[in-house]
Every structure is written in structure tokens, then in C-alpha cells.
T-cell receptor, first 114, second 114 residues
Framework: DAGVIQSPRHEVTEMGQEVTLRCKPI?????LFWYRQTMMRGLELLIY????????DSGMPEDRFSAKMPNASFSTLKIQPSEPRDSAVYFC????????????FGEGSWLTVV | AQSVTQLDSQVPVFEEAPVELRCNYS??????LFWYVQYPNQGLQLLLK??????LVKGINGFEAEFNKSQTSFHLRKPSVHISDTAEYFC????????????FGQGTRLTINP
């Protein structure tokens, strides 16, 4: 079975540019999560969706960040404009239903903003 | 609110030696507990989880963890480590009556020396 698929795997962009990260969750999973990993702050939950609806976006750092899930098989995380402090690894993850079910992570998108 | 503290940021051990990675959590409600492993340049993979029942949980790759409610701990152990266990290990907690999301600790980098 295919896991959570993220693209791009690596991106280097200039400050001020728009960045779009993409995610395809595991088929049949109804929860989708976006996490950010940095050395300073560790793994932070940015936002999560249930059945394509954003449930909790309290972790989104500021208005420059936005996330969408137009259908059950696709989500995007957009940063506009990007800043050097946005440099991090962004993970998408998905799971099925109930609390306690395993959350499966993608391999991450490594973003560097110069 | 729930939180997780991983007491050691780095743990170096020799190959074939035993290892314990420590995790303490804080929660006003009951919890589900998880250990994830992140190999270099990869996403997170579930090692094991405690939902209920036996407090000793066995996971993949020979790892096990013990839930101790009185000490609010969920330490991860392996009796004999291999070079291939070199990775970062994350303890995480979720609320059984809450949302399907994980709160992670800061991670422990396990380095195996030959």
C-alpha cells in the first residue's frame, strides 16, 4: 500500500516567494495533519482536517500560512510570503477515525528559505 | 492541556548494550501514549503504543515500553541495540476523549557506537 505522499521532498526558495507543499494521504483515511519540525521547537502540529474540513488551525504560526483540503486525496500547505524562519521540515500525516489509531507520516518536505 | 518531556536529548550507547529512553507526560485526563522513530532523512514511524490493558507494551524491532501511571512515565527500552537503531525517538500523547491528534516530546537522539 502506498503511504502518505508529499511533494516536493526538497525546496530552496528566496525570501518573499510563495511556497506550496502538497500531500496525498493514505486512501480511506479521514484525518489529515500538517506538522512542522525544527531544531528549536521540535514537532509542532500546524493544522488538522477531518473529512476535508479544518478542525483546529491554532498551530498555524501566522496569516502567511494557509492550508486547504479540496478533496479526500489532496491537501496543500501554502506559505506566502516565505521568510527564512519558515525553514523547516514539514510533515503531512494521516489516520483513520478514532483516537488512538496509528497516525502515518509522510517523508517530509524539507524547506529552505534564503 | 497535555505535554510530554523527554528527559535526554541525546543518548550514546555501545552496540549490543541495553538502552532506556525516558519519557514523562503531564495530563489532567487519561492518556494514550506512543513512541515514534525517525531514521535520518525519513518520516516518523510508529514503534509502539499504549491504549489500555497491560502496562508493558511490545513494539517493532525488539523495543518495549512500560506505562507507569503513578510516575506518569512511558519509558522505552531495548535489551540489546544495533547500529541500525541509530535514530531520533519521539514520545507522544493523545487524549482518548479528545481530538485525534498527537502532542510530541522534543525527541531523543540515540547514537549507537560500535
Amino acid at each position: 500500500d502506498a503511504g502518505v505522499i508529499q511533494s516536493p521532498r526538497h525546496e530552496v526558495t528566496e525570501m518573499g516567494q510563495e511556497v506550496t507543499l502538497r500531500c496525498k494521504p493514505i486512501s480511506g483515511h479521514d484525518y489529515l495533519f500538517w506538522y512542522r519540525q525544527t531544531m528549536m521547537r521540535g514537532l509542532e502540529l500546524l493544522i488538522y482536517f477531518n473529512n476535508n474540513v479544518p478542525i483546529d488551525d491554532s498551530g498555524m504560526p501566522e496569516d502567511r500560512f494557509s492550508a486547504k483540503m479540496p478533496n479526500a486525496s489532496f491537501s496543500t500547505l501554502k506559505i506566502q510570503p516565505s521568510e527564512p524562519r519558515d525553514s523547516a521540515v514539514y510533515f503531512c500525516a494521516s489516520s483513520r477515525g478514532t483516537v488512538g489509531n496509528t497516525i502515518y507520516f509522510g517523508e517530509g518536505s524539507w524547506l529552505t528559505v534564503v | 492541556a497535555q505535554s510530554v518531556t523527554q528527559l535526554d536529548s541525546q543518548v550514546p550507547v555501545f552496540e549490543e548494550a541495553p538502552v532506556e529512553l525516558r519519557c514523562n507526560y503531564s495530563s489532567s485526563v487519561s492518556v494514550y501514549l506512543f513512541w515514534y522513530v525517525q531514521y535520518p532523512n525519513q518520516g516518523l514511524q510508529l514503534l509502539l503504543k499504549y491504549l489500555s490493558g497491560s502496562t508493558l507494551v511490545k513494539g517493532i524491532n525488539g523495543f518495549e515500553a512500560e506505562f507507569n501511571k503513578s510516575q506518569t512515565s512511558f519509558h522505552l527500552r531495548k535489551p540489546s541495540v544495533h547500529i541500525s537503531d541509530t535514530a531520533e525517538y519521539f514520545c507522544a500523547v493523545s487524549n482518548p476523549q479528545g481530538a485525534q491528534k498527537l502532542v510530541f516530546g522534543q525527541g531523543t537522539r540515540l547514537t549507537i557506537n560500535p
